[in-house]
């Protein structure tokens, strides 16, 4: 068994890591980029060094690295010629984790609301069950804690998949592709071949639940020796679809109808409910179940989530619409009326395929972040205001709004560039809009 590890980078999900590898009796020595900093969690035992890599962590032996690192970052090209294994987290918690089946679940957008939804009904019908990965906790957090009887529902990135070539779920769901981190990727085709690793080690005994709908899902589904179960809009003569109100799912020899109360808006929530029935069927629970969870089920924190009414207008937190095709979802969630508060750290995707919904039916666009110029030029001919930050897009937009109208904080960037990350821009956001 190796002796040394080495963790690259201290955010959250290596902070887990490396308290797991003290657990499990390493020397563990940890590397950042950062400024120095205290980590309360962080195990005392960890040694550490802050503001950038030096050669001490080429004396591990197995170094884990951080999602979202560049490979090609000169310490890592000097653990390669020197072969040093590098592993994501992910790896390293799944080979010191036990557990019944894993469902994992991916895509550019929809993947919280699903995994969170599946984790939901899983742990309805499956006492001992976990739900990780990029929601949640990183698996390093409760790896030592599971048993052969945990079933594990999992939000993968594409930064995690990218690290984890070797994974196989024993449920596979791949919601959607579009252009997202393409900053760090680089090509689509390379941002594609990191998603396809959640289904790529799949054997014909396991099941990859795919969106029809999606082209590039629908493509790239030959790559898998899976059994595949497609979901789609429109019916289907094998797998999952929805038509008047009813969810319909003809996977193998079982033909199953649902109709559950679907209380999250817009056709996108559609299509995650469809992937989280047809994945938690195939992971063994009973339609009634599945029924009963989405008839209960009200959404997740960030996500169109409304917030307030104030004087008729209508306000909403969308925070975690981090790219462009996840503030299209929203603003195609909405007829019309919209006053959109967008902007943030640029991920590299134009917003030009936004202009469409743009014109027919955001009044102004109340811009914060450093995307704000880029935003300006896709976007040419919108209403702009130059609120700049989140404090002031607010007030902007409540001096704005008339009755009917919807205030959505929708960004289609990062939010690195004022917040820690989206989950802080919302609270904030949602904190200004009480305070009105």
Known sequence: MSKKIGVLGLGKSGVAAANLAVKLGYDVFASDSGKQRE?????????????????????????????GIHSEIPVLRKAAKRKIEVISELAFSLRNSKCKKIVAITGTNGKTTTTDLIGKIIKASYKDSIVTGNIGFPLADKALKTSKNTVITMELSSYQLEDTPDFR???????????????????????????????????????AVINFDDTICRRIASKTKAKKIFFSK?????????????????????????????????????????????????????????????????????RIEFTRSIDGADYYNDSKSTNVDSTRVALEAFKGNILLIMGGLDKGAPYTPLANLVRERVKKIFLIGSA???????????????????????????????????????????????????????KVFKELVNKL
């Open 234 to 302: 429109k019916p289907l003569k094998n797998g999952a679809y929805y038509d008047s109100g009813k969810i319909f799912m003809h996977i193998g020899s079982s033909k199953v109808c649902i109709k559950p109360k679907i209380n999250i808006p817009g056709m996108h929530n559609i299509e995650n409910i469809l992937a989280a029935s047809a994945a938690s069927f195939c992971a063994g629970v009973k339609p009634a179940v599945i029924e009963r969870v989405i008839s209960s089920y009200k959404g997740v924190e960030h």
């Open 169 to 207: 779920p024993d449920v596979s769901v791949l919601l959607n592709i579009t252009p997202d981190h393409l900053e760090h990727h680089k090509t689509m085709a390379r941002y594609i071949k990191a998603k396809e690793n959640i289904f790529a080690n799949q054997r014909p005994g396991d099941y």
């Open 39 to 67: 980590i309360p969690e962080l195990n005392k035992k960890v040694r550490t060094e802050f503001g950038g890599h030096t050669n001490e962590i080429l004396n591990s032996d197995v170094i884990i690295k951080s999602p």
């Open 372 to 426: 704000s110029d880029k935003i300006k030029r896709d976007l040419a001919g919108a209403d702009f205001v130059d609120s700049g930050d989140i404090e002031k897009a607010v007030k902007d937009a409540h001096q704005s709004a008339n009755e009917g109208d919807t205030v959505l904080l929708s960004p289609a960037c990062a939010s690195f560039d004022q917040f820690k990350n989206f989950e802080e821009r919302g």
